[in-house]
């Protein structure tokens, strides 16, 4: 996708010709000329929804009104296999998704960003994602037929949360009934780590904890807090096992679609906003911890430490370099030092 660039949005911004198309105020009184539709599966009041709403009001601004962008959060299309199945048919024309979940059965590579306990930082992220792992990933993206945007969407990093006791040893995983997304590497990790872990879409995680299918799950902060599962669970391990973001990616006849100026519309509000969205994420994250004490939720720091060395005993990391690969392995490293 030769118009979802860095260099086009600098390019853009700094000719005006973005937020002069349509001129302050102006709105188009007819129905919009195209109209996509973008769903992801964070609540309404995730960053990541708040950002591409903010989006679809740039792009039908700066559109004056010829491009409608339609937000359907919180799994209303379905879960992300189904939206990832409406995407390439077309039904859906974009998507945020995760990586290291439903994406990575198309395209496998794109999980790498998941591997346990392999970034230490945000800082380690930023470069990875907009250096040679995050080029090497898109292109894997475009290799399999779908387009897809520059800028990623930060979920951040993940935390273990039980209903029953606090996880602060790699030990205390024996046995332990977790829900994870369905993806591979989700539970190849647990498993390395002795838990036992059910493959559960995130529409489907609260009830599955409040009827005790599991006794725990992971996820970011952000989303414990806003999908409210602290009303299902008791303790939060800040464990950073994984970070997690999303590639927003688009149905490619769809795009197509859209002469280049409004591509360059689309491409500006999006990729800009998934920047303002990175930094909000982290602050939440940041943040976050003293309002989920004050919703009962109580916090362990863990024994990082002997989480990885349980990896590296198990084989973990020799067997996913070897299903990644030395190539997308060495971009990887290139930033968070050997795993091995």
Partial sequence: MTSITRRRILMAAGAGAITTIAGPGIRNAYAAEFTLKTGNNSA??????????????????????????????????????????????GALDFFTISGVNALSAMVPNAAITGV?????????????????????????????????????????????????????????????????????????????????????????????????????????????????????????ALSNHMWDGFLCLANRRSWGRLPPNLQEIVTHHINSNALEQQKEVIRVNASLRSTLEGHGLAFNEVDTKGFRDKLSKSGFYAEWKKKFGDEAWGYLEKVTGNLA
């Avoid at 995983?173 to 993806?183: E, G």
Wanted: with cysteine; net charge neutral; aromatic share 10%.
């Fill in 44 to 89: 309404e009041s995730h960053p990541q929804t708040v950002y591409m709403r903010k989006a679809a009001a740039g792009i039908a601004k700066d559109s004056n009104g010829r491009v409608e962008l339609q937000v359907f959060p919180n799994s209303q299309l379905g879960g992300d296999p189904a939206m990832l199945s409406q995407l390439r048919t």
């Fill in 116 to 236: 346990g306990f392999a970034f230490k930082s945000n800082e380690e992220v930023s470069a990875a994602m907009n250096g040679d792992l995050g080029k090497y990933i898109r292109a894997q993206v475009r290799k399999a037929g779908l387009e897809v945007f520059d800028q990623y969407w930060d979920n951040g990093f993940r935390q273990i949360t039980s209903g029953s006791k606090p996880i602060k040893t790699a030990q205390d995983l024996d046995n332990f009934k977790i829900r994870v997304p369905p993806s591979a590497l989700w539970t190849s990790l647990f498993q390395s780590l002795g838990a036992s872990p059910t493959n559960i879409s995130f529409n489907e995680a609260y009830s599955a904890l409040q009827t005790k299918i599991v006794d725990g799950q992971e996820n970011p902060l952000v989303i414990i807090e806003v999908s409210k599962l602290y009303e299902v669970q008791k303790y939060c």
